[in-house]
Nanobody, 121 residues
Framework: QLQLVESGGGLVQPGGSLRLSCVSS????????VGWFRQAPGKEREEVSC????????TYSDSVKGRFTISRDFAKNTVYLQMNNLKSEDTAVYYC??????????????WGQGTQVTVSS
């Protein structure tokens, strides 16, 4: 059974940086696309970024493009989300998810438990 665990969230000031990690236990992530979603209170879940199974293709939402970078370390079975120049509107619970392709992430059954990111002065 694929289990995803996120870490790296926390409280950061506007303009600061955080790096989120998504680690898989049980199964390898090598043949899966992995993405990051976020959900703020009272708002719908938003797909933030995705990296394909080979790591050579990435997507970003317009709201984070140029500030966030997704990457994967196959040796560590981990996917990262580097978040720079954080803004208050980035405050949310961040979830990672895995699926065969980035376009099927929204329907996947494989989700982590989430990690809270709070951007505030």
């Amino acid at each position: 059974q694929l289990q995803l665990v996120e870490s790296g969230g926390g409280l950061v000031q506007p303009g600061g940086s955080l790096r989120l990690s998504c680690v898989s236990s049980g199964w390898t992530l090598d043949y899966l696309a992995v993405g990051w979603f976020r959900q703020a209170p009272g708002k719908e879940r938003e797909e933030v970024s995705c990296v394909n199974d080979s790591g050579d293709s990435t997507t970003y939402s317009d709201s984070v493009k140029g500030r966030f970078t997704i990457s994967r370390d196959f040796a560590k079975n981990t996917v990262y989300l580097q978040m720079n120049n954080l803004k208050s509107e980035d405050t949310a619970v961040y979830y990672c998810a895995a699926a065969g392709q980035c376009k099927t992430l929204v329907d996947t059954e494989y989700w982590g438990q989430g990690t809270q990111v709070t951007v505030s002065s």
